[in-house]
């Protein structure tokens, strides 16, 4: 049986960036007892502030938001904490070598529901030790992270990781309260039947998606030739854990909803972390035509369209968009 702990060990993973890794997981375990509470904890419900994308925020995004922050801003390897909640970054200790962004509760309107959520996280490296870090800090493209993961809070608590080349899963065991090491080699094949898209936003999509998801439905007796299926959680963290156990493709894509929004999740909280994990497991991560680790974020809460998974169809999405534009 492998840990966490004794996995960060032995391999070789830089010791700040274990460390962090550790205070995450750790708060990781306390949100997870939360959640298990539900109701009886008296904290469902809305906290009566807005985050500063102007969604509401359920009460345990708050709480969770506090506990990560509280316990990075601790830690002494931590020079800024940046989250999806708060407007600008946190500086923490000015000679720490890392940033850590984070989503602390990815799929918060699942909550209400007793339907799955995650924390998402990315780690950065921080270029300015001893000096005070700032919002500009954190706008390093996603192909530099150092690490990151997301744990989901499903029916049971799933780490998902990558350190190395490599992306690998523990399981929060219960009795213990150690993650154990339940998969030490993720992939992800590709090709896939599966797909992972909110449909009800279609008028508003580009052409190119359009398409695509017609031909999906089409399926044996258009041109695909085959049929698919869909899933939804709601929960991005719950769609890419899919498609890391058993393949498929994610995507929220761009659309015209919202004139100034270029899609619906954020590069640096979400869109980051998950394509670092679904490239290292094989698949591909773009925003329909460029790769998402490539982008230089100019805003540390930005948003960009996602399109991520299994490589067959994530290079056939691109190829409608860049057709298209032929
Ligand atoms: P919340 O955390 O605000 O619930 O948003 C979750 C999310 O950003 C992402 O995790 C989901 O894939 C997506 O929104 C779901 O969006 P829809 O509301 O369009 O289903």
């Known amino acids: 049986m492998t840990t966490l702990a004794h996995y960060l060990k032995t391999h070789a ?9 550790t205070t995450i997981t750790e708060v990781g375990k306390t949100i997870s007892q939360l959640l298990k509470k539900g109701a009886l904890a008296d904290i ?46 946190t500086p923490a200790n000015a000679d720490g070598r890392l940033l850590v962004l984070f989503d602390p509760l990815d799929g918060s309107s699942n909550i209400d529901i007793n339907m799955a959520v995650g924390t998402i996280f990315s780690i950065l490296p921080y270029q300015r030790q001893g000096q005070t870090s700032e919002n500009s800090d954190f706008l390093q493209a996603g192909q530099h992270q150092l690490a990151a993961g997301y744990l989901l809070y499903g029916t049971s608590t799933v780490l998902a990781l990558t350190v190395a080349d490599d992306v690998v899963m ?21 090709d896939t039947s599966e797909y992972a898209i909110n449909s009800s936003n279609y008028r508003y999509w580009l052409a190119p998606m359009q398409q695509y998801i017609d031909e999906l439905i089409a399926g044996s007796d258009g041109v695909r030739g085959r049929d698919f299926n869909t899933r939804w959680v709601a929960a991005m963290v719950g769609d890419v854990h899919r498609i890391l156990c058993r393949g498929g493709l994610f995507t929220y894509p761009f659309d015209t909803k ?14 980051n972390p998950m394509s670092l994990l679904i ?19 100019t805003d540390i809460h930005q948003r960009v369209p996602v399109v991520l998974g ?17």
């Open 170 to 190: 523990f399981s929060l065991d219960p009795d213990t309260n150690d993650y154990v090491l339940i998969n030490d080699n993720v992939t992800i094949d590709a």
């Open 44 to 89: 469902l419900g809305e906290a009566g502030n807005q985050n500063v994308q102007g969604e509401e925020q359920k009460k345990l995004d708050v709480l969770a938001n506090d506990l990560l922050l509280e316990a990075l801003a601790k830690n002494t390897h931590c020079a800024g904490v940046a989250s999806e909640e708060l407007d600008d970054a």
């Open 13 to 21: 993973v830089d010791a700040a960036v274990s460390d962090v890794i």
């Open 310 to 326: 299994s490589k067959n169809e994530v290079d056939y999405i691109k190829d409608l968009h860049v057709n298209h534009c032929k």
């Open 258 to 271: 919202y004139a100034n929004k270029a899609g619906k999740l954020r590069l640096m909280y979400e869109a």
């Open 279 to 297: 490239e290292r497991a094989g698949g591909a991560a773009t925003d329909a035509t460029n790769r998402i680790l490539d982008i230089i974020p």
